[in-house]
């Protein structure tokens, strides 16, 4: 499913990984997605997953970007006022499975090892699955999907 086109309503905050403000910003985004209910305010959800955007790069992963969090839908027709919508296009991607405590930072020991790793990221839109594989955070499985030149 993920390989094709797809639309995606969330929130969204723009931050970047110089002098660890993603490490703020990005946790704040989730607390605030859970904390508020937002996946139950999201109109014509497709499924369940909780799917994490990054996109908008200005260069690579050590300049500015956007983070948007949230869900897949049918379509951008309905967008809440304090939300974002945006279509992902089809596009090539490296999926990575991050396994293990979410509490752990397995999402982050995943992302330092794409950072250093020699793979031609094309910097479009890389996002997370927090699927059904994700629901138990002592043993999940969170798949990471990089596009690619």
Same mark, same amino acid.
């Given at each position: !499913? ?15 990984? $110089?002098? &660890? ?15 508020? &209910? ?9 499924? %369940? ?8 790069? $200005? ?23 304090? !939300? ?20 752990? &930072? ?11 790793? %020699?793979? $031609?990221?094309?910097? %479009? ?10 629901? %138990?955070?002592?043993?999940? $499985? ?8």
């Amino acid at each position: !499913m993920y390989n094709q086109k797809f639309s995606i309503i969330g929130i969204s905050v723009r931050t970047t990984n $110089e002098n &660890g403000q993603s490490a703020k910003d990005i946790p704040a985004l989730w607390n605030k997605f859970i904390t508020e &209910g937002i996946a139950e305010k999201i109109p014509n959800k497709i499924n %369940n997953d909780i799917i994490s955007i990054y996109t908008d790069y $200005e260069k690579d992963h050590t300049k500015p970007y956007t983070t948007i969090l949230g869900c897949v839908v049918e379509n951008l027709e309905s967008i809440p006022p304090e !939300m974002t919508g945006k279509t992902m296009e089809a596009q090539q991607y490296e999926k990575f499975v991050a396994k293990g405590n979410l509490a752990d &930072g397995i999402v982050y020991s995943e992302w330092l090892k794409i950072w250093e790793s %020699n793979l $031609e990221r094309a910097y %479009n839109s890389d996002f997370e699955v927090y699927g059904a594989k994700a629901q %138990n955070p002592e043993n999940a $499985e969170v798949e990471i999907y990089i596009s690619v030149k």
